[in-house]
């Protein structure tokens, strides 16, 4: 008898020893297991929340402040005077209001997760305040449901709307690339004189160190013409520009009667 139970151990101790991953991976497993049944597995991202879960972090339950946008879970306990009970904010913590950030409707009829259908503008609106919670707070975890599943990982609705984010960021990069190539004119109107429109080395609040020429430009994403300041050798190379009638094309002044 104690004789086999010598054999079995020193099997157990030699296989233990030949597959150390094997026996870590069991072990690893059964905890995991745990952690996830328990849900509220870490995971590299920090803890994964249910909606319940998410829903006691309301200052009263638990004196802790957590709120969700796109299903990113932050800690805005620091924020108490903003978020916590009966204050402007509260409305965000506990949940996932991410149409709030955009719309502005803070009713409890209003909180949504839903961001679909949101425009590009209103988009990168949106992930401004992701960017806020990301700069300004601590992400603690994950909500599952509608942007991530129970592993943590995005579901086809978060990919999308992530899509969708970094779409919006590169028109609006686009659109800022190109008010510093052509940056607004300043505009002055008069009753009797008409539009006086003139390029200075700040127009268009872009510091620059060229002036540039009034020009009507074609504005691709309003689909409508705007004054815009042309750097003179450019002033031949750009397809989408025209020169303002009656106007000296060299100078930096023009007066326009409409
Ligand atoms: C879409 C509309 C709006 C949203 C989603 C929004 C959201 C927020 C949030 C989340 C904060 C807290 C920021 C933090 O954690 O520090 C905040 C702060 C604040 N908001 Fe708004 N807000 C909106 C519109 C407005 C408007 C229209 C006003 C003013 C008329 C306003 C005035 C303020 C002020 C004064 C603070 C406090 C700033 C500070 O103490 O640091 N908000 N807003």
């Known amino acids: 008898m104690y004789k086999k139970l010598a054999v079995c151990s020193l099997l157990i101790a030699i296989i233990a020893l030949i597959l150390p ?48 946008i796109l299903g990113n879970v932050f800690d805005v306990t620091r924020g108490k ?48 305040w992701v960017k806020f919670y990301k700069k300004e707070y601590n992400q603690v975890g994950k909500l599952v449901g509608k942007y991530y599943f129970q592993d943590g990982k995005p579901t086809p609705y978060g990919e999308k709307v992530n899509k969708l984010i970094k779409e919006a960021e590169l028109v609006k ?29 700040k127009s268009g609040g872009i510091s620059r160190d060229w002036v540039g020429v009034p020009r009507q430009y074609y504005d691709v994403n309003t ?27 060299g100078s930096n002044i023009c007066f326009v009667k409409t």
């Open 81 to 128: 005077k903003h978020y916590g009970p009966n204050q402007q904010y509260n409305v965000f913590v506990g949940c996932d209001a991410s149409r709030s950030f955009v719309t502005g409707m803070f009713g409890k009829e209003d909180i949504s997760e839903e961001v679909i259908d949101f425009s590009k503008e209103e988009l990168s609106s949106l992930n401004h």
């Open 173 to 201: 990069e686009h659109e800022k690339e190109q008010l510093k190539k052509f940056p607004h004119c300043n505009v002055e109107w008069d009753a009797n004189q008409g539009s006086k429109l003139w390029c200075s080395n």
């Open 223 to 249: 689909k409508s013409y705007r004054c815009a300041c042309i750097k003179q050798d450019q002033v031949n190379n750009i397809g989408n520009i025209k020169e303002y009638e009656g106007c000296d094309k």
């Open 21 to 68: 991953n094997y026996v870590s991976n069991v072990i690893g497993t059964i905890i995991g297991s745990y952690l996830f049944f328990t849900n509220e597995s870490s995971n590299s991202d920090g803890t994964i929340f249910t909606k319940e879960e998410l829903k006691l972090y309301n200052g009263i339950d638990n004196t802790e402040l957590y709120l969700s």
